[in-house]
């Protein structure tokens, strides 16, 4: 049963503090609810929180056999599954919910379609072995905003994650343990960062698309907001300016400097969000460094 | 293969023949389908794509209809023998359940579905053939299949594809280009000239971006242009037809006036 929609009151006071440019959780229009990584004791093992969202990503990865139109790439695959135990929006039946369909083709495209991984510095004897690494992303809890929450976890799982140093000598593989030579990170292509902004129509005409004052946009919506917004954009952007995912489709439309002045605080916030992952990831190698004497 | 194909020529011309902004021959088809309650077939150069509308009607699930307005539901098939490689699609497949939420969503604002309470409008968007931008085809058809089943609309919704080739911006793609190129699936609402949808999955310079968004917005200007007088046509045909039954009429007056 899913829970009943925002009350009316609820609807109407936020919408009468968002003319005032404020926000229920007291941030500023175009802030992020205070980003945290926690690494696992394995490599490749994130939980990250934006808020009250949480989202826990796991990569592993094994030695299969190529795929035989691709003989030198390696093979990423992405799993990921919202269930009841996020948000008692979300049920378990059969057929995968619009948001479960919206974060796996999001997941689909800012890891792998923008090829953030270097496929090929995956593939260990070209036609026989490959490593396939396969990135599990759990949804813990919903709090708003799961989109971006999953993919920065995603992305910061592959950071963090090392593979075991192999060794091919003619057609013999030898896989060296942790234990006997570092293991090395994967080749990373670029970093995207996913950001969503909510959308909200300009009062007076909650209804009316048509009028001509500007939108409202919210960076990184809560539960509620995200639920009364009337329209998302979703953008997914590197540090190195280039946009890798960008999806709107329907909601408030915007003109084309409005969708521009959004790309510009997305650049903005990914430059940061980079920054931050970079040195988190760094920070948690050089706990990891055991010295051997 | 594709490689070997010049996307853009030092002549300036693509490897369909066409100039950079050049955009393929379109046809827009408003011809009814017996059974459908509007329907419309839209080609953009190769690709080609049905759409076929039913309703404003009574649900047939009741768990799906909503109090205050009309369910808009969506369903793409996708032909198997649309591409090159034939594959067979399942019905589940994400990337045309994300297609047809696409779809759904774009329109769920334009359509006035407070107007139709507790009803259903079902939109099925058959592709036949694909050679790029079979979104935009697909955009563009719901928007002449919907006019053409009477459903109020706020505006029209007219698509274009746009690409870049070495900062070289390129409109309306084939599926060559597509392959190639990063590019974008821009839809404007004409009368506002603000954009509804933007779609893009490929990696894209956010200079680049700024120019192809500017250059699609114009483009689907002259998209709309094209449609409207399909549609007026359309229309004309039916009011004609209209007063042509009234003036039969007539003459059956003016025929008894000189009888007696």
């Given at each position: 049963?899913?829970?009943?929609s925002?009350?009316i009151?609820e609807?109407?006071?936020?919408f009468?503090?968002?003319?005032?440019?404020?926000?229920?959780d007291g941030r500023g229009?175009i802030e992020?609810?205070?980003?945290?990584l926690?690494?696992?004791?394995?490599?490749?093992?994130?939980d990250?929180?934006?808020g009250?969202?949480?989202v826990?990503a796991?990569?592993?990865a094994?030695?299969?056999r190529p795929?035989?139109?691709?003989p030198?790439e390696?093979?990423?695959?992405v799993?990921?599954?919202?269930s009841?135990?996020?948000?008692?929006?979300?049920?378990?039946?059969g057929?995968p919910?619009?948001?479960?369909?919206?974060l796996?083709?999001m997941?689909d495209?800012?890891?792998?379609?923008?090829?953030a991984?270097d496929r090929?510095?995956?593939?260990?004897l070209?036609?026989?072995?490959?490593?396939?690494?396969?990135?599990?992303?759990?949804c813990?809890?919903?709090a708003?905003?799961?989109l971006d929450?999953?993919?920065?976890?995603g992305?910061v799982?592959l950071r963090?994650?090392r593979?075991p140093?192999v060794?091919v000598?003619?057609?013999?593989v030898?896989?060296?343990?942790?234990s006997?030579?570092?293991?090395?990170?994967l080749?990373?292509?670029?970093t995207?960062?996913?950001?969503?902004f909510?959308?909200?129509?300009?009062?007076?005409?909650?209804?009316?698309i048509?009028?001509?004052?500007?939108p409202i946009t919210l960076l990184?919506?809560?539960l509620?907001?995200q639920?009364?917004a009337?329209?998302?954009?979703s953008?997914a952007?590197n540090?190195?300016r280039e946009?890798c995912v960008?999806?709107?489709?329907g909601g408030?439309?915007?003109?084309?400097?409005?969708?521009?002045?959004?790309?510009?605080i997305a650049v903005?916030?990914a430059?940061e969000?980079?920054?931050?992952?970079?040195?988190?990831?760094r920070?948690?190698?050089?706990?990891k460094?055991?010295?051997v004497? | 293969m594709?490689?070997?194909i010049?996307i853009l020529?030092d002549g300036?011309?693509?490897s369909?023949?066409?100039?950079?902004?050049?955009l393929?021959e379109?046809t827009?088809?408003?011809?009814e389908?017996?059974g459908?309650d509007g329907?419309?077939?839209?080609?953009?150069?190769?690709?080609?794509?049905r759409?076929?509308?039913?309703g404003?009607?009574?649900?047939?699930?009741?768990?799906?209809?909503?109090?205050d307005?009309?369910?808009?539901?969506?369903?793409?098939?996708?032909?198997?023998?649309?591409?090159?490689d034939r594959?067979k699609r399942?019905?589940?497949?994400?990337?045309?359940l994300?297609?047809?939420?696409?779809?759904k969503?774009?329109?769920e604002?334009?359509i006035q579905?407070?107007?139709y309470?507790?009803s259903?409008?079902?939109i099925?968007?058959?592709?036949l053939q694909?050679?790029g931008g079979?979104?935009q085809a697909?955009i563009?058809?719901?928007t002449l299949?919907?006019?053409?089943?009477?459903?109020?609309l706020?505006?029209?919704?007219?698509?274009?594809t746009g690409?870049?080739?070495?900062a070289?911006?390129?409109?309306d793609?084939t599926?060559?280009?597509?392959?190639?190129l990063p590019?974008v699936?821009v839809a404007?609402m004409?009368r506002?000239?603000?954009?509804t949808l933007?779609?893009?999955?490929?990696?894209?310079?956010?200079?680049?971006?700024e120019e192809?968004l500017?250059?699609?917005g114009q483009?689907g200007g002259?998209?709309?242009?094209?449609?409207r007088?399909?549609?007026?046509?359309?229309t004309k045909?039916?009011?004609?037809?209209m007063?042509?039954?009234?003036?039969?009429?007539?003459?059956a007056?003016?025929?008894m006036v000189?009888?007696?």
């Amino acid at each position: 049963m899913r829970p009943p929609s925002p009350s009316i009151p609820e609807k109407e006071f936020l919408f009468s503090t968002l003319e005032k440019s404020l926000r229920l959780d007291g941030r500023g229009l175009i802030e992020m609810r205070p980003l945290e990584l926690t690494f696992g004791e394995e490599l490749g093992h994130v939980d990250c929180t934006l808020g009250k969202t949480r989202v826990l990503a796991q990569v592993d990865a094994k030695m299969v056999r190529p795929l035989p139109e691709r003989p030198f790439e390696g093979i990423i695959s992405v799993h990921s599954e919202i269930s009841p135990m996020a948000s008692p929006e979300y049920e378990s039946t059969g057929r995968p919910s619009d948001e479960e369909v919206a974060l796996s083709r999001m997941l689909d495209k800012v890891i792998r379609r923008s090829d953030a991984v270097d496929r090929e510095a995956l593939c260990i004897l070209a036609g026989q072995r490959v490593w396939h690494l396969r990135l599990t992303i759990h949804c813990l809890s919903d709090a708003g905003n799961l989109l971006d929450c999953a993919c920065m976890a995603g992305m910061v799982a592959l950071r963090h994650f090392r593979r075991p140093d192999v060794e091919v000598i003619g057609d013999e593989v030898t896989v060296h343990p942790p234990s006997s030579r570092a293991p090395v990170p994967l080749s990373l292509h670029h970093t995207p960062f996913s950001l969503t902004f909510a959308l909200f129509a300009p009062s007076s005409s909650h209804t009316n698309i048509s009028s001509q004052t500007a939108p409202i946009t919210l960076l990184d919506p809560s539960l509620l907001e995200q639920r009364l917004a009337s329209g998302t954009l979703s953008l997914a952007l590197n540090a190195q300016r280039e946009l890798c995912v960008v999806h709107k489709a329907g909601g408030v439309p915007l003109t084309p400097e409005e969708v521009l002045s959004a790309v510009n605080i997305a650049v903005q916030k990914a430059k940061e969000l980079e920054k931050m992952v970079d040195a988190r990831v760094r920070e948690d190698w050089a706990m990891k460094k055991i010295e051997v004497r | 293969m594709s490689s070997r194909i010049e996307i853009l020529n030092d002549g300036g011309f693509r490897s369909d023949g066409r100039r950079q902004y050049e955009l393929r021959e379109m046809t827009f088809d408003m011809a009814e389908q017996a059974g459908a309650d509007g329907s419309a077939s839209v080609a953009h150069g190769l690709t080609q794509v049905r759409v076929s509308v039913f309703g404003p009607r009574e649900a047939k699930m009741r768990s799906q209809t909503i109090h205050d307005r009309a369910n808009i539901n969506v369903e793409v098939g996708i032909a198997p023998f649309s591409t090159g490689d034939r594959r067979k699609r399942s019905k589940g497949d994400k990337r045309i359940l994300e297609f047809a939420s696409t779809i759904k969503s774009t329109f769920e604002p334009v359509i006035q579905t407070a107007l139709y309470p507790r009803s259903q409008i079902d939109i099925f968007v058959h592709v036949l053939q694909q050679d790029g931008g079979v979104l935009q085809a697909c955009i563009n058809a719901t928007t002449l299949a919907l006019a053409n089943a009477g459903v109020p609309l706020l505006d029209f919704v007219c698509a274009v594809t746009g690409g870049v080739h070495a900062a070289a911006p390129m409109l309306d793609l084939t599926t060559l280009e597509e392959n190639d190129l990063p590019h974008v699936t821009v839809a404007v609402m004409p009368r506002t000239g603000r954009v509804t949808l933007v779609s893009m999955e490929t990696r894209l310079h956010v200079d680049r971006f700024e120019e192809i968004l500017r250059l699609a917005g114009q483009a689907g200007g002259v998209i709309h242009k094209e449609m409207r007088a399909v549609v007026r046509e359309r229309t004309k045909g039916l009011v004609d037809a209209m007063g042509a039954g009234v003036r039969t009429s007539d003459f059956a007056e003016d025929a008894m006036v000189a009888d007696s």
